[in-house]
């Protein structure tokens, strides 16, 4: 049921019913899109749901995060005895990464494809956290005071290990050798952070 095999389908609303019969559940979402909705409008009306649906989603997780995430973290620092910087590059670093980390490891699993899709979906997650993330806690903020010395060690830790990925990409392999520096150079980065 692709893309591919409805368009090339001489009825589609048949094919649909056919051969897609389990793939929505609560919202026929594949028979209103390739059968109801007319073909000039499907993008304009997917990027408007989209928006939608993104506002919708970040709004529930940022609401989920205040209420019980943000206090959790908050309770188990300070049982821990963490201070922010270190609970800032271990606690909250771990709950933002798992979720990278995870699809990662099942991406990575994939014979073609998948370690591409896996390097992509990590630093595509790097990257909207550094823009998109950032810019939300400033625009909630309103502003922000940096130190200078942490913004640094934390920028000049990233660089490295930017510069060392890219690296590895001009020689065109990666070994479990060669990723284990990826985890020892966060281990340097928490030990300078931690003393």
Do not use: Q
Request: aromatic fraction near 14%; include cysteine; glycine fraction near 10%.
């Amino acid at each position: 049921c692709t893309n591919a095999d409805i368009l090339a389908a001489n009825n589609t609303a048949e094919f649909l019913e056919k051969n897609c019969e389990g793939e929505t559940e609560i919202i026929p979402f594949l028979s209103l899109y390739y059968v109801d909705m007319p073909e000039e409008y499907r993008l304009p009306i997917l990027i408007v749901f989209g928006i939608i649906f993104m506002f919708v989603i970040f709004n529930f997780l940022g609401t989920t995060a205040d209420a019980y995430l943000a206090p959790s973290l908050e309770t188990l620092s300070s049982r821990l005895e963490l201070s922010e910087a270190v609970a800032g590059v271990t606690l909250v670093a771990l709950v933002n990464g798992v979720a990278a980390g995870i699809s990662g490891i099942v991406a990575g699993g994939k014979k073609e494809g998948g370690p591409e899709i896996a390097i992509g979906g990590v630093f595509g997650a790097c990257f909207f956290t550094i823009t998109f993330v950032l810019f939300a806690c400033i625009w909630g903020a309103g502003t922000i005071r940096v130190n200078a010395h942490d913004f640094n060690r934390d920028l000049i830790f990233f660089i490295i290990s930017l510069l060392y990925f890219i690296g590895l990409t001009f020689v065109g392999t990666i070994e479990v050798t060669s990723a284990a520096i990826f985890f020892l150079l966060y281990v340097v980065y928490f030990v300078y952070v931690a003393l």
